[in-house]
């Protein structure tokens, strides 16, 4: 850069000047202006530097910028009624303000930590900004005149505060900086260039060092390289992140068959995915989803089922309950959507029945029994009978909806339930002739053991039972009494709270569970009301012969299909 073969050819003549590529300068070109650091440990660094003529109605400022930084002032020419010039990083991107008002904003970032040359020029009533010889952006201003006397801020303006609105003091290296081709030199060279005062330098350092970034910056056995101004890690294999600070816990294969490993924040989850298909025999008309469940999550897929193009899904989107349905084929496809309108996300229990209305074949979904919801008439779920649809709960193939994380009571389709357990794991097999089969192993009910995670505090006992589907490790415990068994939503973990149960608040041998502040009794079948005072007729015949399925999870809504 520096052997121009013109220049070296006319050294030492009188009559010429080398005209030096840029940060250059000198007889031959061999010196280089030496570059400014700003805010290295940190500091709030800024340098001033006097006008001493008058510009005229052209203005070029440039320079070669060097930073990591995603914002932080740059340079401000003022009067002393206005800052008419201002130039800052912003996003990792150059930004400009012209009186005050226009603005130029750069489509590139500049904070990669190598040298750009920065160009603004305002001729007349046009201002264009250049990242080396591209413009990046060019607006309509009104004229500025920079004058005798007045001041450029470079790096910072000595009141912090003001600093703050620009991103904070510049943090990174500055060269060659020139208003109109005079320089404003940091550490003047020894060659005599037409040169703007410096006023002030303030922290500013010689040079374009970086402290060393490795003080141990990397986790897990990382290895760290110091860059300029940053640092990178090279991760052993089972972590990744900028600091290695992420276990890529799920490769370490920690959770048992029949769950799917989840990272999480600072650690993994294993969710569990139910995969269920038709016996093959069933062969009433399906024209009904029940499900109840309960969740925190935003966005989780429920029920999702395939079976060629058809496909069927009921999930949660923006705290809603969504169905979609897609039946048929060719001319005959039918796709359609039941949305509700309330949110559902709030971890409490809720109850959903999408059923097909017989008359218009439209789809209506009702969210615990007072909200409907139609869709178009059409489709059906006669796909789902047929032997060799999978059928899973929980999650599965529905990208844009994440796994589940939450409770599930009892699901069925059809009126037939999609059990939890296997035949295998009652005591008699279910007669049933038509019924949805379990199709994966028991294994997936093992991380539902809610006491294995010790959620009690303060000696408090666990009663968690596995009999209702917890997909993750958050505080739903189920209590069982004689006959059924109860959710309840955050269980408190016996943190501070007064045993409301002392009192015994429960008649007809209503079993009391304390909450935070409240209890709850949970009656048996012949009672319900807050002190299982009322006394309910329901018709139990059934419920002698149902031992086999004494696992399912009962809710008030679905006791009485037993
Ligand atoms: C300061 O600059 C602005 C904008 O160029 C101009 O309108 C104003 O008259 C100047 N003030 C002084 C005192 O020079
Ligand atoms: C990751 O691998 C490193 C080296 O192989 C090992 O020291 C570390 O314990 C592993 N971390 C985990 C969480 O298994
Ligand atoms: C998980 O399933 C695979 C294949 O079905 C089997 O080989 C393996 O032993 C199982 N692992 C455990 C921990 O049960
Ligand atoms: C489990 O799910 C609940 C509800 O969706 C969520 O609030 C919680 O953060 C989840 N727990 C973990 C450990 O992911
Ligand atoms: C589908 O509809 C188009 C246009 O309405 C028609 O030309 C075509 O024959 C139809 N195809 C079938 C398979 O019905
Ligand atoms: C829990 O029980 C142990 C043994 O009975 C007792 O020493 C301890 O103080 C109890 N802790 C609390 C918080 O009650
Ligand atoms: C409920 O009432 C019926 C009929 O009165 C009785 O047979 C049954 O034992 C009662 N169930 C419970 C749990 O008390």
Redesign the pocket.
Known sequence: RNNDPLCDSLRGSKDHECECPRPYEGHNCAEEYVPARFGNKDLDSHAVFYLDDDPRDTLVVSMFLRTRRLGGLLLILANSTSQYLRLWVEEGRVKVQVNNHETLFSQKAVNDGHFHLLTLTVRGITSTLFQSSQVMDSVSVKPVHAHSGDLVFIGGLPDQKSSAEFGGFFQGCLQDLRINNKKLQFYPLDTSVKSYRLEKLVNVERGCSSDDNCVSPCLNGGVCHSTWDDFTCTCPLNTTGRRCDKVKWCDLNPCPNGTICEL??E?F?CNSILHYQSNGKISHSLADVLLSF????PT?TLLFAQRGSAHLAVFLRDSRLVMELKTGHGNGTVVLTVQNERAV?D?VWHTAKISMESKSSRWIMDVDGDQRERSISGGNLDFLKEEGTDIFLGGKNRESEGK???CLGSVEIGGLLLPFLQDTELNLPRPQKEQFVKVNSDDVQRPCSLCQLRPCHNNGSCTGRRSMLR????LYLHIESPHKFVSFRNVPRCETDVDECVSEPCMNGGVCVNHVNSFQCVCDLNHSGVHCQVDVKINLTCWKNCNHIRFIPIHKQNSLTL
Do not use: V
């Open positions: 999480r924040l650690g989850e309960c969740s925190g999550q989780a996300s971890g589940f994380s939450g997909l993750n490790s958050s």
